[in-house]
């Protein structure tokens, strides 16, 4: 069992930065890949960021690139995500997620609104 609580949403203006934070427990935090996904009203949830167990390999949605930059702190059972030049298209639910024996756990999500 896997619990997710993400935290560091609010709103923003155009070119602002955010840094979301994402809190793991219940299980071997470090073992685990790690993701960020958003969401939109009437859209699938995308993928954003992805970061490997040990943080030494990253991926990005090609929306994002330049722009985010996912971490994680295995201390600290924390995954980040720091959003610089934010855009009004970056509004939406943002969502961390990690994939256990094919299971997806989930956070509440957190509320990104950048104003223009």
């Known amino acids: 069992q896997v619990q997710l609580v993400e935290s560091g949403g609010g709103l923003v203006q155009t070119g602002g930065s955010l840094r979301l934070s994402c809190a793991a427990s219940?299980?071997?935090?470090?073992?685990?890949?790690m993701g960020w996904f958003r969401q939109t009203p009437g859209a699938e949830r995308e993928v954003v960021a992805r970061?490997?167990?040990?943080?030494?390999?990253?991926y990005y949605a090609d929306s994002v690139k330049g722009r985010f930059t996912i971490s994680r702190d295995n201390a600290k059972n924390t995954v980040y995500l720091q959003m610089n030049s934010l855009k009004p298209e970056d509004t939406a639910v943002y969502y961390c997620?990690?994939?256990?024996?094919?299971?997806?756990?989930w956070g509440q999500g957190t509320q990104v609104t950048v104003s223009s």
């Open positions: 219940g299980r071997t935090f470090s073992t685990y890949a």
């Open positions: 970061i490997n167990w040990s943080g030494t390999n990253t």
């Open positions: 997620n990690t994939r256990l024996n094919a299971y997806d756990y």
